[in-house]
């Protein structure tokens, strides 16, 4: 399954230089991915998981192959986009192609990088990412009710729909995100705002910190602190990255990254947090395979059923699909390896009504 984030955010925050990172990134870990391609403005990178590798070690696999997830550079905002000021056309399609977006915010103060705005506030940045987005939309529910206003007259479907219309249109000029009130539309509608109308502030965000180099260790920093409580109330995630030292970490050997992020006073890079978020953003879980020859990380649907999940693997697999082995990576953890806890029956089958579970590893029966 492709995921695809979209990194959006004012000039000078730092966008392009975590692009950047995430590209040099990708090129170092996912050279070997099948059909990976790098296109000017996408880069593909691995989704870190512990739980990959130790699948790995314990079944002697030859080859180790991620989840990945795909972040685009999107052309930056200025107020005014949803009207067409600077690349604002340019940014508004790119974001309606991807299915969620990070918000890249400054936190960080520096007299050398003037902010568009004159000051450095991520949370005023935030509610003009999210200004142009509810603009852009008000604007597309206009074009679209001039049309369905007509037939609403002899036509019940078309009346459904323009009540769809009225109601995200309210929320709307009330200056709240869809995504902030999507419990008040049933499924259909939702459907509906995200797949037909493909508005912009239905998609899910997070927020990515921009902070300085000595603001990773000290984690005090109050533009930081008063960005978390915006986020808490709306429950969006934060996660806080240096670029500047992401883009240094991506030049420096595996072998020494360990250390300098020690002397930083951080456990892993920033990038990988921001992976991990992006691939929660979409209600995504991870199941895995694996065998001498390989283990591999799949990305589904939170809620998707065995033939589905091995429909992932191949359309064959789905169609023919028997029954699935499956063990938790909690019991896997327990035992040497798969052959093991076969013996010791930690290996239950699964009928075309199971649920996947994060953390699964599965062998699919098939047969065509």
Not at 22 to 33: C, D, F
Not at 139 to 147: A, D, G, L, P
Not at 163 to 184: H, I
Request: proline fraction near 4%.
């Amino acid at each position: 399954m492709k995921l695809r984030v979209g990194l959006v955010g004012l000039p000078n925050v730092g966008k392009s230089t975590l692009f950047n990172a995430l590209i040099k990134k990708a090129k170092a870990e996912v050279a070997n991915y099948p059909f990976c391609t790098m296109e000017p403005n996408i880069g593909r990178v691995a989704i870190p998981d512990k739980r990959l590798q130790e699948i790995a070690r314990k079944e002697s696999s030859k080859e180790v192959t991620p989840a990945t997830i795909e972040f685009v550079d999107i052309a930056g905002l200025v107020k005014g986009a949803s009207k067409g000021a600077g690349l604002g056309n340019q940014f508004l399609a790119h974001i309606r192609e991807v299915p969620a977006i990070a918000y890249v915010l400054r936190c960080f103060l520096d007299e050398e990088v003037i902010h568009v705005e004159g000051t450095v506030d991520p949370v005023r940045d935030a509610e003009i990412l999210d200004l142009e987005l509810i603009l852009a939309d008000l604007e597309s529910i206009k074009r679209k009710k001039e049309k369905v206003e007509k037939l609403a007259k002899s036509d019940k479907s078309a009346r459904a729909e323009l009540d769809t219309l009225n109601k995200a249109e309210a929320f709307l000029e009330d200056f709240k995100p869809l995504r902030l009130v999507l419990d008040d539309f049933t499924e259909e509608e939702k459907v509906y705002l995200q797949k037909t109308l493909c508005l912009l502030s239905v998609k899910p965000v997070i927020y990515v910190a921009n902070v300085s180099e000595k603001d990773l260790a000290e984690k005090s920093n109050p533009l930081v602190k008063a960005l978390k409580e915006k986020a808490e109330l709306e429950g969006i995630p934060v996660v806080e990255v240096c670029a500047k030292v992401e883009a240094e970490l991506v030049e420096i050997p595996e072998e020494e990254r360990e250390d300098f992020l020690k002397a930083l006073g951080i456990e892993e890079p920033g990038l990988n947090k921001l992976i991990r978020e992006g691939a929660k953003l979409l209600d995504l879980i991870t199941f895995f395979t694996g065998s001498q020859k390989e283990a591999r990380a799949w990305l589904i649907k939170k809620g998707t059923k065995a033939p589905q999940a091995a429909g992932e693997i191949h359309s064959d697999m789905e169609r023919g699909f028997i029954c699935a082995e499956v063990i938790s990576y909690d019991d896997y953890q327990r035992v040497k390896n798969l052959q093991q806890a076969k013996d010791l029956g930690l290996v239950r089958l699964e009928g075309r009504d199971y649920v996947v579970q994060d953390g699964d590893i599965i062998y699919f029966r098939f047969n065509v």
